[in-house]
C-alpha cells in the first residue's frame, strides 16, 4: 500500500511560480514511479510529469521549459516546481505512483488545487 499526500497549491498571478510536494509512505520510495497529473474543470486528466526511479523525466509539450519535475528519494516525495504559470494551468494537480516496472498508476493523492489569474 502507498499513501501520497500533496501539498503547495494555491493562488498565483500569471507569471508566478508554484512548487507543488507530494510525501509518499508506506513502501520503498526508490521503487516507485511517480506522475504529476491535474484535471481542470470539465476537461480530461492529463498527465503533466514523470519521473522514474532513475530520474528520467518526461513532460507535457504545453509545460516544456516552465515545469520541472524531481525526487528525492532520502525525502521520499517527488516535486513540481512550476514557473511561468499561465491561466490555462488552473487545475487540480495530483500526485500519482506506479509499481515498477508496471506502466498503470495505481496509487493516487488526494489533490491540490492551483489557480493562476490573468
Known amino acids: 500500500q502507498v499513501q501520497l499526500v500533496e501539498s503547495g497549491g494555491g493562488l498565483v498571478q500569471a507569471g508566478g511560480s508554484l512548487r507543488l510536494s507530494c510525501a509518499a509512505s508506506g513502501r520503498t520510495f526508490s521503487n516507485l514511479g511517480m506522475g504529476w497529473f491535474r484535471q481542470a474543470p470539465g476537461k480530461e486528466r492529463e498527465l503533466v510529469a514523470t519521473?522514474?526511479?532513475?530520474?528520467?523525466?518526461n513532460y507535457l509539450d504545453s509545460v516544456k521549459g516552465r515545469f520541472t519535475i524531481s525526487r528525492d528519494n532520502a525525502k521520499n516525495t517527488v516535486y513540481l516546481q512550476m514557473n511561468s504559470l499561465k491561466p490555462e494551468d488552473t487545475a487540480v494537480y495530483y500526485c500519482a505512483a506506479r509499481l515498477i516496472p508496471l506502466t498503470a498508476y495505481k496509487y493516487w493523492g488526494q489533490g491540490t488545487q492551483v489557480t493562476v489569474s490573468a
Open positions: 519521473i522514474t526511479s532513475s530520474g528520467s523525466t
